[in-house]
């Protein structure tokens, strides 16, 4: 079997998809190099705002491991919704089903002439993604979650036993045997809305009021005031997950959390005209399918992008959003938008107008900032 790659080569890879959270890839490049080499690897939790990049993170790691069939016959990969976990958790035996799916890919990936102990070792050595994951909460304004506890349970069951009881199906023979699933790699991953603002509050006005100190800014005008500049990985603790409803005993499986950047400005320019799945260039294949060539100006993809950056809890999607409101318009009828030569050119001044029009009509918000980086005013500012 040939050597696997370097962390160095992995992360290469995945670069190729994912702009920004460099500390995101580089646990993910470390952690599936130890994996794909055979050895222990800790688990790993993604916490990040929706449209950080943590689905396209898991999506490039299949990816990565599809494209090279040296790669992919070390490791069987499935992703799943946290929910999923919690209503199979109510029906009974939701490790069982996750094993059934790991063997199923397994086999996918092997053939069916593939025997069953070695599927079995593919399946159990196999790495899983948990979408989602903080929807599996214990706790839900101050109820209890069963699903969510149960969810847990059950993914800590996987996590640590070494002899889970499966039923095989019955092209693998249906016999009931004791499986050993502390091979498996979980990465779970979810935005954990409003652990942001909890954290502030404790670190602000709540039982560690003051802690976090004001710092004083001047502005372009030269006038000075002060802000509290507020990075939720630095001010982050255990007990604030268990708060939030992540127990102890399933938070300590963990080896690593990874708290995901914000996008910001340049990350999502980046995003908008590198991105592989962008949607700048899905719209320039819809038009293009009517002969027409959408053009978007530096100025007008510079606009766009820090229009995004005004609402960083929707990261990357914010960018689609933002680059809806100004293509739609236009999609009706492209060849009457084009011009004589077949192409739309998408200015700066277009994109003010499209701006400009929709605050007047009240259709766009801005959401307050889950930016680990982004500086929260003071109360009195």
């Not at 994996?35 to 790691?61: D, E, H, P, Q």
């Not at 593919?122 to 979408?131: M, P």
């Not at 990465?187 to 976090?212: I, P």
């Not at 959408?294 to 999607?317: H, M």
């Amino acid at each position: 079997m040939s050597t696997p790659p370097a962390p160095t080569q992995i992360a290469a890879a995945l670069e190729k998809r994912i702009i920004g959270q460099q500390e995101a890839v580089r646990e993910m490049s470390v952690a599936l190099a130890k994996k794909l080499a055979g050895l222990n690897v800790g688990n790993i939790l993604l916490i990040g705002s929706s449209g950080s990049g943590k689905t396209t993170l898991m999506g490039a790691v299949e990816e990565l491991l599809a494209a090279n069939p040296a790669l992919a016959s070390r490791s069987t990969v499935i992703r799943v919704h946290a929910n999923v976990l919690g209503e199979e958790a109510e029906l009974g035996h939701p490790g069982e089903k996750l094993l059934m799916r790991l063997l199923d890919r397994a086999r996918q990936q092997l053939g069916a002439d593939a025997s069953v102990e070695r599927l079995l070792e593919q399946a159990t050595h196999g790495l899983v993604f948990v979408d989602e994951v903080d929807k599996i909460r214990s706790h839900v304004g101050g109820q209890p979650n069963i699903s969510g506890i149960r969810a847990q349970e059950a993914l800590l069951t996987l996590i640590e036993n070494e002899a889970v009881p499966f039923t095989l199906p019955d092209w693998a023979g249906g016999a009931t045997l004791n499986v050993d699933s502390s091979g498996l790699l979980f990465v779970c991953a979810g935005a954990f809305e409003g652990l942001y603002d909890a954290v502030y509050e404790r670190v602000t006005y709540g039982k560690d009021q003051g802690a976090l100190k004001p710092v004083t800014v001047v502005d372009e005008t030269g006038r000075a005031h002060e802000e509290l500049h507020f990075v939720l990985r630095d001010w982050l603790k255990h007990e604030d997950l268990f708060e939030y409803g992540v127990s102890p005993q399933f938070l300590s499986r963990f080896d690593a959390v990874v708290l995901l950047e914000a996008l910001g400005e340049d990350q999502l320019l980046r995003i908008l005209a590198e991105g592989t799945h962008s949607g700048l260039r899905q719209s320039q294949t819809y038009f293009a399918s009517f002969g027409v060539k959408l053009e978007v100006t530096q100025e007008a993809a510079r606009r766009i992008a820090r229009e995004a950056a005004r609402q960083p809890r929707l990261g990357a999607r914010a960018l689609k959003e933002v680059l809806r409101r100004v293509v739609s318009p236009l999609e009706y009828d492209p060849k009457a938008a084009a011009d004589s030569n077949g192409v739309l050119r998408i200015d700066v001044e277009r994109v003010e107008k499209v701006l400009t029009r929709d605050r007047k009509d009240g259709s766009s918000s801005t959401v307050a900032g889950w930016d680990q980086s982004f500086p929260t005013p003071s109360a009195g500012s």
